[in-house]
């Protein structure tokens, strides 16, 4: 998906509450992107689009202080942030970069990692070769990206349709067309960019709400708050109000508002 405005300007502006609205999901994402890279002490990794750290952090922890952990992202606000935050890992670096033209020299990492972020890339497939060709032989690239998303989520996401970009309108990058659509379109991909032992790992990772407010507040704090933006200004308490009332008729008889997204790790190996 290429964002209208491009992707640093709306991550820019969100860089102040992402991931910090008290709804744990980036972090639970990434964790399993984590977990399958199984990064280990003295490893040096790349993390592609890196945010507020979701995965940067944990990927660091891996590679211990005998390791490196870079992040390069295109929002100035995003790294300037994370470097404040890890601050106290002598192995982190964080800066500006632009995914598609990583300034490193082939063979540069053990590992290279980007969650949820290739699909805002207007050339995925040769940007993934790039990306591969930083990994050293035998080291591993991994990706997050969304699979199939639960039909209560797509139903608040509709109400911003009539409002929407065509660009923005495949934003939720669930991918409903393109290599975004299934496991195999990912695999493809790997394969395309030079990679072995593809292989691909699902899971459900599911977002819980305090209430309808909490639910709006968290669809502001972050990429969806480029749906928001499309809504006129004099049109957006009108649309508050319909997602709240939506919310409320997504909430459970036990009063629990939870929404769920499939989602999909693709990985694979450097020759
Ligand atoms: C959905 S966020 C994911 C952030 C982080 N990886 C996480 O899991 O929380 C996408 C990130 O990709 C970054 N991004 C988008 N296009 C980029 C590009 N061309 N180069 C570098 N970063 C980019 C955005 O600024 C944003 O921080």
Sequence with gaps: MAHPEGPAGIFDRVADTYDAVGVPWFEPIAAGLVEELAVGPGEHVLDIGCGRGAALRPLALATGPGGRAVGIDLAPRMVELTARDLADLPQVTV???DAREPEFPP????VVSASLVLFFLPEPAT???TWASLVVPGGRLGTTTFGAQDERWRSVDELFFPYLPPALLDARTSGRGGP????AGMEALFVG???TEVRTVTRDVEA?????EHLVAFTRSHGQRAMWDA???DERDAMHARVVDLAASLTDDTGRLALGQQV???????P
Excluded: I, K, N, Q
């Design 127 to 129: 940007t993934l070769g």
């Design 107 to 110: 063979g540069s990492f053990d």
């Design 231 to 233: 809504v006129p200004p």
């Design 208 to 212: 819980v709400f305090r209430d309808a």
């Design 264 to 270: 999909r790790y693709t990985l694979g190996v450097a």
């Design 95 to 97: 800066a500006v970069g």
């Design 180 to 183: 975004f659509a299934s496991d």
């Design 193 to 195: 960019a030079g990679l």
